[in-house]
């Protein structure tokens, strides 16, 4: 199946670079083109990846503090330089 219409990239293939060592969609970008045309294969290509959900969306739209919940808070953030 194709994740990539514009340069022809099929699932087989993302799945074979993640294999090789891309964790993102910009380092799948890197090895085979897929996603820098019209962008509209890069969700798909996070879910292969794994990445489709967001951990601090789903905080944010549960209303909850998105920083203190992941970060550890502003604390870890240390003063501008």
């Given at each position: 199946?194709?994740?990539?219409?514009?340069?022809g990239?099929?699932?087989?293939?993302?799945?074979?670079?993640a294999?090789?060592g891309?964790?993102?969609p910009r380092?799948?970008?890197?090895?085979?083109?897929?996603?820098?045309?019209?962008?509209?294969?890069?969700?798909?290509?996070?879910?292969?990846?794994?990445r489709?959900?967001?951990p601090?969306?789903?905080?944010?739209?549960?209303?909850?503090?998105?920083?203190?919940?992941?970060?550890?808070?502003?604390?870890?953030?240390?003063?501008?330089?």
């Open positions: 199946m194709y994740v990539c219409s514009c340069f990239v099929t699932e087989a293939q993302v799945k074979q670079h294999e090789d891309a964790a993102t380092q799948i970008a890197s090895a085979c083109k897929a996603g820098t045309d019209c962008g509209s294969c890069v969700r798909r290509i996070q879910a292969i990846l794994g489709g959900a967001c601090r969306r789903e905080l944010a739209d549960q209303g909850r503090p998105v920083l203190s919940e992941i970060d550890g808070g502003l604390d870890g953030l240390g003063e501008a330089a």
